[in-house]
């Protein structure tokens, strides 16, 4: 029966104790001032995205990296025409997180500490 006991102690201190997977933690920010209309991340092994993105907004999304690749955004702009930008390289297991601004002049990826690295 006391062992019983020490081994559900054990299991509560473990699931307590913070285990968690490697995560990024990505924003996506729109600094035009026009709507964003559909727009697409993608990377290694999948892709999040919104069908609305509005002038100033801000979408967030935290995804777990599988495999190892390149980043891209794919979004159509308020004159329906379709735009790309390409990210950095992410290897499995990445975590930290990751801005993404898109503005007038251009897309910008902001990679925190841990999430991208060379190929």
């Known amino acids: 029966m006391r062992s ?12 307590i104790s913070g285990c968690r997977s490697p995560y990024v933690e990505a924003t996506v920010s729109n600094h035009t001032p026009t709507p964003i209309l559909l727009l697409e ?3 290694p092994s999948a892709s999040f995205g919104t069908q ?7 979408f967030h999304y935290r995804f777990k990296v599988l495999g190892s690749g390149n980043m891209k ?3 159509t ?3 329906h ?6 990210g ?3 290897k499995e ?7 993404i601004t898109i503005a007038p002049e251009g897309t910008q990826w902001q990679p925190g500490p841990g999430v991208s690295s060379k190929p």
């Open 81 to 86: 025409h379709d735009q790309k930008s390409d």
């Open 4 to 15: 019983i006991r020490i081994l559900i102690l054990l299991f509560c201190l473990l699931s």
């Open 52 to 58: 609305n993105l509005a002038p100033g907004a801000d």
């Open 88 to 90: 950095p390289f992410l």
């Open 93 to 99: 297991g990445a975590e930290g997180r990751l801005a």
């Open 73 to 75: 955004l794919v979004y």
């Open 41 to 43: 991340v993608d990377y």
């Open 77 to 79: 702009d308020s004159a």
